[in-house]
C-alpha cells in the first residue's frame, strides 16, 4: 500500500495534479452523508471476495449487496496503470483508492462507482471507481468487519453493519416515481484551485431557468450557497466564484448547481 502511495504521490508531482483530502479521512458511514446530498448517486455498497486481477484491474467477486445494484456478480476494479492513458486520466483519478495490492481471497465491504472507458488493443471496458477521498474498503474476518467505520468505531459484526448502512441509506421502492430529473454538465476552472486564484463554473443548461450553486465538503456540510439573481438561458454559461465563496482550507469538495429541472455535480480540489 505504501509502495502504491509513493508512485501516486511521484506521478502527481509529475503531472501537475493536486489531490487533497480532508484529514481525517471520513469514516466508511459517511456515504450516508454524501448520499443525502445527492440522492441520485448511483454507485453501491457491496460484501466481496478478491478472486484475481488482469492487467486492467483486480477482480472481486459479489458475494452481498447492501446498497444499489453493481452490474455484474464479479467486479472489475481499475489498476491506475489501466486508467493513466484513457479520457479518464484527469486529476480524478489521483484521487482514488486502487485495491490491487489486496491479498487473494480477502474479504470486504466496499463502496464504489462505475466507469466505461477506450483501452487502446482492447476495447470499451467498464470497472468499477473507488473513491480515495472516505474510507472506502472494509475488512470482515470471521463475520466481523474492521477499520474506520465510524467515529470511535473500528468493529462490528457485519450483519450490525449492514443493518445500520440500510437505516441511514434511502430504501428503493419506498416513494412514489418522480420525473427524471435533467443531469446538468458543470466543471470547474482551474481544477485544482491553487492559492487565492479567481475560478469559474462551467454549466450547461438543456432550458431557461434559475441556478442555485451550493459548495459541500466530503463530509456533507455546506460550505456556501450562491444564488444569482439572473435566469440562465439554454446553453453553455460562466459563473465566477467570489474568493469569499470558495473554501477557506485544502481538501476535496463538491459543487453542486440545481435547477427547477435537475441539478449537475462535479468534484473541486482546493490546494491552499
Given at each position: ?176 416515481p418522480q420525473p427524471v430529473a435533467e443531469e446538468i454538465a458543470l466543471a470547474c476552472h482551474p481544477n485544482p484551485i491553487q492559492g487565492n486564484m479567481p475560478a469559474q463554473i462551467q454549466f450547461t443548461m438543456l432550458q431557461s431557468a434559475p441556478i442555485r450553486v451550493d459548495i459541500y465538503d466530503i463530509n456533507g456540510k455546506q460550505i456556501s450557497c450562491i444564488t444569482p439573481s439572473q435566469t440562465y438561458q439554454k446553453g453553455t454559461h460562466l459563473l465566477a466564484l467570489n474568493p469569499q465563496d ?27
Amino acid at each position: 500500500m505504501k509502495k502504491t502511495f509513493s508512485i501516486i504521490l511521484l506521478l502527481i508531482g509529475l503531472k501537475g495534479f493536486a489531490c487533497q483530502c480532508v484529514v481525517p479521512i471520513p469514516p466508511f458511514t459517511s456515504i450516508c452523508n454524501f448520499v443525502s446530498i445527492f440522492p441520485s448517486y448511483q454507485g453501491f455498497i457491496i460484501k466481496g471476495v478478491k478472486i484475481g486481477s488482469t492487467d486492467l484491474g483486480t477482480k472481486v467477486l459479489v458475494t452481498d449487496v447492501i446498497y444499489g445494484t453493481p452490474p455484474a456478480d464479479t467486479l472489475l476494479f481499475w489498476k491506475f496503470n489501466a486508467l493513466i492513458n484513457t479520457n479518464i486520466a484527469t486529476s480524478y483519478i489521483y484521487c482514488l483508492t486502487f485495491i490491487d495490492q489486496l491479498n487473494q481471497s480477502d474479504t470486504l465491504v466496499l463502496t464504489a462507482g462505475y466507469a466505461s472507458t477506450f483501452i487502446a488493443g482492447v476495447g470499451v471496458v467498464s470497472g468499477a471507481l473507488v473513491d480515495g477521498c472516505a474510507t472506502n474498503y472494509l475488512y470482515v474476518h470471521n463475520n466481523i468487519v474492521y477499520g474506520s467505520i465510524a467515529e470511535g468505531v473500528n468493529s462490528m459484526p457485519y450483519a450490525q453493519l449492514a443493518e445500520t448502512l440500510q437505516e441511514c441509506l434511502p430504501t428503493v421502492g419506498v416513494q412514489p416515481p418522480q420525473p427524471v430529473a435533467e443531469e446538468i454538465a458543470l466543471a470547474c476552472h482551474p481544477n485544482p484551485i491553487q492559492g487565492n486564484m479567481p475560478a469559474q463554473i462551467q454549466f450547461t443548461m438543456l432550458q431557461s431557468a434559475p441556478i442555485r450553486v451550493d459548495i459541500y465538503d466530503i463530509n456533507g456540510k455546506q460550505i456556501s450557497c450562491i444564488t444569482p439573481s439572473q435566469t440562465y438561458q439554454k446553453g453553455t454559461h460562466l459563473l465566477a466564484l467570489n474568493p469569499q465563496d470558495l473554501p477557506l482550507k485544502s481538501g476535496m469538495y463538491f459543487c453542486r448547481i440545481t435547477t427547477p429541472q435537475g441539478y449537475g455535480v462535479c468534484k473541486i480540489a482546493v490546494a491552499k
